[in-house]
Antibody, heavy 120, light 110 residues
Framework: QVQLQESGPGLVKPSETLSLTCSVS????????WNWIRQPPGKGLEWIGY???????HYNPSLKSRVTISADTSKNQFSLKLTSVTAADTAVYYC??????????????WGQGTLVTVSS | QSVLTQPPSASGTPGQRVTISCSGS????????VNWYQQLPGTAPKLLIY???QRPSGVPDRFSGSKSGTSASLAISGLQSEDEADYYC???????????FGGGTKLTVL
């Protein structure tokens, strides 16, 4: 059974960089798409981006200028960096495994999510 | 404002059949498959339907998905109290070149 677990600071100051790591167990990240998705409190889901097992990345155009997703296959982890954060980036951040059908990714395993608050 | 439009709420009584709609455009639902997620209160979303109408292992056959043109629907038959949750549709958008979610529908079992 694949399991994902997010980790990182729960509080980030405005203008600083949000950094999160997702540790994957029960399967290798050397296949599939590995995604970050967020959900502001009381609101809907927003896809942030993914890193493919080949190392290629794809980001939500609305966040592209501030996002970097990377992977460490030796640790079976992948990470998210979001720069220049504001209060609007306050959200529960989920990592998720993506499979695909007809080139459309779907998320079949999710982490439990971690709340990141942007505040001074 | 979400790219995919869902009704904010839906309701039904136990045993009833309810449907949740997801409206998009030619660049997303009209061109690509649709996935559905269920989010129980306080938990991470769970994959319910992928590829318009495919159920992952373990998802009851009470849940079904369909797509026609630029709209998709999730149907839940034999409604149960444990189905009370938020439901989200998702699809790839060829114009935005990214994955988009609907705004979500809160299902209440009366």
């Amino acid at each position: 059974q694949v399991q994902l677990q997010e980790s990182g600071p729960g509080l980030v100051k405005p203008s600083e960089t949000l950094s999160l790591t997702c540790s994957v167990s029960g399967g290798s990240i050397s296949s599939y798409y590995w995604n970050w998705i967020r959900q502001p409190p009381g609101k809907g889901l927003e896809w942030i981006g993914y890193i493919y097992y080949s190392g290629s990345t794809h980001y939500n155009p609305s966040l592209k200028s501030r996002v970097t997703i990377s992977a460490d296959t030796s640790k079976n982890q992948f990470s998210l960096k979001l720069t220049s954060v504001t209060a609007a980036d306050t959200a529960v951040y989920y990592c998720a495994r993506g499979a695909s059908l007809l080139h459309v990714p779907y998320f079949d395993y999710w982490g439990q999510g971690t709340l990141v608050t942007v505040s001074s | 404002q979400s790219v995919l439009t869902q009704p904010p709420s839906a309701s039904g009584t136990p045993g009833q059949r309810v449907t949740i709609s997801c409206s998009g455009s030619s660049s997303n639902i009209g061109s690509n498959t649709v996935n559905w997620y269920q989010q129980l209160p306080g938990t991470a979303p769970k994959l319910l339907i992928y590829g318009n109408n495919q159920r992952p292992s373990g998802v009851p056959d009470r849940f079904s998905g369909s797509k026609s043109g630029t709209s998709a629907s999730l149907a839940i038959s034999g409604l149960q109290s444990e189905d009370e949750a938020d439901y989200y549709c998702a699809a790839w958008d060829d114009s935005l070149i990214g994955l988009v979610f609907g705004g979500g529908t809160k299902l209440t079992v009366l």
